[in-house]
């Protein structure tokens, strides 16, 4: 098993920054990639960005590329979601998530959750 905490979330005006964090405990060595989803009210999750635990390979959607920056701390055995530029369609759960196998885009392959944490923009 793998144990999931994200945090970092808050309120930030449109055109401002955060960064979220994911630390993974337990049986951290079976990941294979580590992602971000994010999930609107009423909405369906949906995938923000990826990164290769051993890889280093990382995946954006079109919608956060050149605004987010995914990456890893293999030692703290944490992820970042450096978060720049925020518009206040970015307002949502975000929630960390590791793979065991590949480095994917969809949440179905994502085996492990965080609890989310809640990032809202105001306009």
């Known amino acids: 098993q793998v144990q999931l905490v994200d945090s970092g979330g808050g309120l930030v005006q449109a055109g401002g920054s955060l960064r979220l964090s994911c630390a993974a405990s337990?049986?951290?060595?079976?990941?294979?990639?580590m992602g971000w989803f994010r999930q609107a009210p009423g909405q369906e999750r949906k995938f923000v960005a990826t990164?290769?635990?051993?890889?280093?390979?990382?995946y954006y959607a079109d919608s956060v590329k050149g605004r987010f920056t995914i990456s890893k701390d293999n030692a703290k055995n944490t992820v970042y979601l450096q978060m720049n530029s925020l518009k206040p369609e970015d307002s949502a759960v975000y929630y960390c998530?590791?793979?065991?196998?590949?480095?994917?885009?969809?949440?179905?392959?994502?085996?492990?959750w965080g609890q989310g944490t809640q990032v809202t923009v105001s306009p």
């Open positions: 998530a590791a793979a065991k196998w590949g480095v994917p885009t969809v949440s179905t392959e994502y085996t492990y």
């Open positions: 990164i290769g635990l051993n890889s280093g390979v990382r």
């Open positions: 337990g049986r951290t060595a079976s990941r294979s990639a």
